[in-house]
């Protein structure tokens, strides 16, 4: 049996299987394996090395994949005859150190998760049990490109409910998270110049998707977006969070709104996005409607998303089109395969219809403000009146701006040090660097009060 020797490192992080191809790969470009030469069999090979046959075989399996070797039946592997354009130094695969997602830090004031405790675990497992046990043949179709049109009229209803939304389920199309529906509208919206808040949520993903050239940024005053500015932009269409601005805060009123919905029917190619991300969290005076339900001449689309009040996860967003968009949408883009499945669309409608959502809302709404009220008093207890609280009405995060001549990247870092991470509002454009981003929604009230406690030794000089 011809022998191969290599040296494989059961310590390394490298596979064996890697460590063999790899061996076997260098043996033919150093000339040690000629053409035509028999390779032992898999099961000998195994024995010799005392490694698993399955060792053996994954390596082979890549080195006939690549053409390195051949395999006859009933007589085994042989070298093939391979043109030598490559260099003869050792090649092997590299195994690139990954970015850690989530980092290693004792109290994360992220604004993009949820409360742990009160996730409805037992409900959605009894639900996505009986949406298994049903046998439901429909769940192993793509289903329709806007989504079910149960869901849809489930998100309808609950819209018109809560946020005084006019729309139809066939209005409605269902994606993968906001983003991937902003891209679908960047198609419907083809040709247009885009307007956003400065700083805002959605500066880097429209310019990303449609470059410098089509964005407009329009500074904001207390009120939100400032229409004087929008009016001067040449924009054709605007996005605002009006609900919460983000990352500000800010509720926009209704003589704002108004506003704006006038800037909007002044020309027929202008349309206004409505974010509205986290309107079902608001601590203090009575509910606005959403733009969209002001609107009288089509001139809105609503955005909403499962994401803030259910599960990040999920991954489940919605878009609510006027009639002259849904009918392009469905001349020009309903072949489009529907990026969310089946089966999680099942789940969230019999979670909306069976009456759960409204009650997780109603539990939500409650759990988030005692979260805010532990925050917000424990920044008055240990800072005093040397930081001011932004933006702490509505939604799962607040702005904090410390009056110490500390920036931005002082506070990240400071905070770093005692394990604590917290977040920059510079990455969403317009800043006074020396703001910071804290969400409340992950830690628990005696969290926060322990993590704010700690941030005051960071901070205070």
Known sequence: MLELTPKLDLQSEVPLYVQLYNFIKQEMNTGNLKPYTKLPSKRKLAKYLQVSKN???????????????????????????VEQTFSNEKQSIVFIKEKSYEDNVKFDFTQTGVDGQSFPFAIFRRISNDVLNDENKLLLKIGHPQGEYELREAIASYLYESRGVQTSPS??????????????????????????????????????????????????????????????????????????????????????????LNWAEEDERRYIVEDDYDSEFRYSGKPIPALQGLDSHEKVIYMGTFSKALLPSLRISYMVLPKQLIEKYQENYFHF?????????????????????????????????????????????YFLDSVEIIGQDSGLHVLVRLNN??????????????????YPVSGYGRSDNQTVLLGFAVLSEKEIHTAVQLLAKAWIR
Not at 71 to 81: D, L, M, Q, V
Not at 360 to 368: C, E, F, G, L, P
């Open 405 to 422: 001549g500390m920036t931005e990247k002082d506070l990240i870092d400071r905070a770093a040090k005692y394990g604590i991470k917290v």
């Open 171 to 260: 209005q409605i199309i269902v994606g993968a998270g906001t983003p991937t529906l902003i891209r679908l509208l960047f198609k419907l919206l083809n040709g247009s110049q885009y307007a956003v808040e400065d700083p805002g949520y959605h500066q880097r993903l429209v310019t990303d998707e449609m470059g410098k050239e089509n964005i407009r940024l329009i500074p904001l005053d207390d009120d939100g977006m400032m229409i004087s500015k929008l009016e001067e932009s040449g924009a054709d269409i605007a996005f605002v969070t009006p609900s919460h601005q983000f990352p500000c805060g800010m509720i926009m009123p209704i003589s704002r709104r108004k506003q704006l």
């Open 55 to 81: 060792t053996v075989e994954s390596a082979y399996e890549q080195l006939v994949a690549e053409g390195y070797i051949e395999g006859i039946p009933r007589k085994g592997y042989f070298i093939c005859e």
């Open 337 to 381: 395969i529907h990026s969310v499945s089946r089966f999680d669309q099942e789940i969230i409608k019999r979670f909306m219809q069976e009456g759960y959502w409204a009650k997780h809302i109603n539990k939500m709404r409650v759990v988030y403000n005692k979260k805010r009220n532990a925050l917000v008093l424990a920044l008055s207890t």
